[in-house]
């Protein structure tokens, strides 16, 4: 059994069945891409995984540590493992980045404000911080910032790297991480990501464009059409993508992306 | 998403903050207000002539004045069932080791923030109606700055006292200011000289611990011309069965040129009505800061207010209010442009919770002649849920001419998507909702000093506990 197994999983918002029958295994150390086109249920899959409140699932389950964790809650999955790259991470005023990492940091070492000894360190949390924050091209100014407030498009996709640099996953999720991103972020994101991979992590790279898989390698690419796969290969798949699109499955998108952009 | 059950705030109370200590009262005044009652005070405070009948003039004016209707529901006070006066001990003690253990005791408990232990040759701390602990640093008394309980102050300082005393808020202004003009006692007494900078603030730590006692403590501060002063004050109270009344007096006269910043966190057990007129009068380039934190408490009614005196003067409001279960929180500021060329802001932040309610009430007044003047009001109110409620009543009256006058109000719950975001990072739903609260105050919470940053946050913490399933 792989380390991470999503097994025939049916799962929808506000009534509507968006994802009709999802399987996939995963182990560490690989990454896979899933690549789709609007509306295929990409959004809806990482959604499902990671326990949003507003997604329902109907059926088929989720494995991972022996667990289906469709039964856990979100803060419940992150500590087994998980961890979720938003495609559009949300702004929280008044708390700062630095304090926000090092809660989060605190939760998955199991630190309930009681025994001290789970508790980052001021010191261990700082050379934690230093390392991770020059692979991104971050500097410390952005410790202070609140979370994602005034955040470029660029900024916001390098602080979730960073936050899954500092927590570690096993499973990562990377939902349309190079969206709104330009080149040289994108690079930076990819060069991080890179880093991380290894025998102690298993990535998903949710995507609609190929470039992003140019910059990491999938081992493993699945095509998403009206909530079920149509495709999975390696990474010649994404090649294929590039040259022909979604067209075959009767979708007029590109899988290419038109040029680089700068969202915020 | 699981929907939050509802929670009933302070039932743990003593476990939560455990100050529940036996009273040993050298005097215990009884329940009730007459003449008599007023009269017993003033003399056993042996005080000078002028104020018993300042005392009694002040009951008359009590007795007249009907009970206000325009805010919170305040038909359940019953101001014969009411101990007006209380005296811990027999003197105040000089040093913190003099202090009777029960008393170190609760100011040990609900964690008094470490800035309190490291100044407190500078704190006045108030254990029921009267100053227990009070002593001035040297430095102080070498910069000439008077720091007393009010009682103290009105016996070593009195022509310095009476010049100023109920000049800001007379008696007659409302019926709670004619109460506490009646039976007041205790509270703080400051005079900063003119030019000097006082550059450590000056604390104090009330409690109330007597059941069905009332807590009427007049704090009066002066300000002369080009000085500065922070002073702070705290307050948690124990929770007790029956109602409790907390009904204080706050005046302060800011010179010309000069600032004072009064800082007020009260966490009131969840009995207590909490009714305080609170007023400055800011002269030439003044500037007068209220930071007010109300947490705690059955019924908060509280609007601190400027008088912008003199052209150049500016004045600050910046309150924080937390409504649980069955909590009424009516707070907000009031500015009084009086002359031309002043300033105000008022910024509140508002939660409430479990059926709580808050309310925004303020006025911005500006007079014929007072031209040129800029207020600016924002409040902003958070709702955690379905059942909690908040209103806003602001109220302008501009006479003025070339005036700017800004108001933005918004209401928001704690959004799925905010939840979410810091669940999927590990951090369990009640401590995310504590973090989100936590930030939706930080403007607040960032004017503190750390320490007193620090106990906020916690207090909240502990308000939000159980709030979520």
Sequence with gaps: MADFEIKDLHAGVEGRQILKGVSLAIDKGEVHAVMGPNGSGKSTLSHTLMGHPGYTVDSGEVLFKGQNILELEPDERARLGMFLAFQYPVVVPGISMANFLRTALNSKRGYDGKDKSKQVTPKEFRSLLKGELEVLHMDDSFLPRYINDGFSGGEKKRAEILQMAVLKPEIAILDETDSGLDIDSIKFVAEAVNRMRGPELGVLIITHYTRILEFIKPDFVHVLVDGKFVLSGGSEVADRLERTGYSEWGKEETAQHAQPQEVS | MATAPKLEVGVDYKEKYGFFFPEDYVFKAKRGLNEEVVKEISHMKGEPEWMTKFRLRSLEIFRKKPMPTWGADLSRIDFENIFYYLKPAQQQSKSWDELPPEIKETYDRPGVPEAERKFLAGVSAQYESEVVYHSLQEKLQKQGVIFLDTDSALRQHPDLFKE?????????????????????????????????????????????????????????????????????????????????????????????????????????????????????????????????????????????????????????????????????????????????????????????????????????????????????????????????????????????????????????????????????????????????????????????????????????QLEMEGSVG
């Design chain 2, 164 to 460: 100023y005393f109920g000049t800001v808020i007379p008696p007659a202004d409302n019926k709670f200011s004619a109460l506490n003009s009646a039976v007041w006692s205790g509270g703080s007494f400051i005079y900063v000289p003119k030019g000097v900078k006082v550059d450590i603030p000056l604390q104090a730590y009330f409690r109330i611990n007597a059941e069905n006692m009332g807590q009427f403590e007049r704090t009066l501060i002066i300000c002369d011309e080009d000085s500065f002063v922070h002073y702070i004050e705290g307050c948690t109270a124990p929770i007790y069965t029956t109602d409790s009344l907390h009904s204080a007096v706050v005046e302060i006269i800011v010179k010309k040129n000069a600032r004072c910043r009064y800082t007020t966190i009260q966490n009131w057990s969840t009995n207590v009505y909490n009714l305080v007129t609170k007023r400055a009068m800011a002269y030439a380039d003044a500037t007068m800061e209220w930071v007010d934190g109300n947490l705690g408490s059955q019924i908060t009614m509280k609007y601190p207010s400027v008088y912008l005196m003199e052209p150049g003067a500016k004045g600050d409001v910046l309150s924080v209010a937390f409504a649980g279960n069955g909590q009424h929180q009516d707070a907000g500021g009031k500015m009084i442009h009086v002359a031309p060329n002043t300033t105000s802001t008022i910024t509140s932040k508002s939660i409430s919770k479990a059926g709580g309610r808050t309310s925004y009430r303020g006025h911005v007044k500006i007079y014929p002649g007072a031209n040129n003047c800029k207020s600016f009001v924002k409040c902003d109110a958070l709702l955690l849920d379905d059942e909690s409620r908040s209103d806003t009543y602001p109220y302008n009256d501009v006479d003025a001419e070339n005036v700017t006058l800004g108001h933005e109000a918004t209401v928001s719950k704690v959004s799925d998507e905010q939840l979410f975001y810091l669940m999927s990072r590990g951090i369990p739903r009640a401590e995310a909702e504590t973090m989100i609260v936590n930030g939706f105050i930080e403007p607040f919470t960032k004017e503190l000093p750390l320490e007193y940053a620090v106990e906020l946050n916690r207090l909240i």
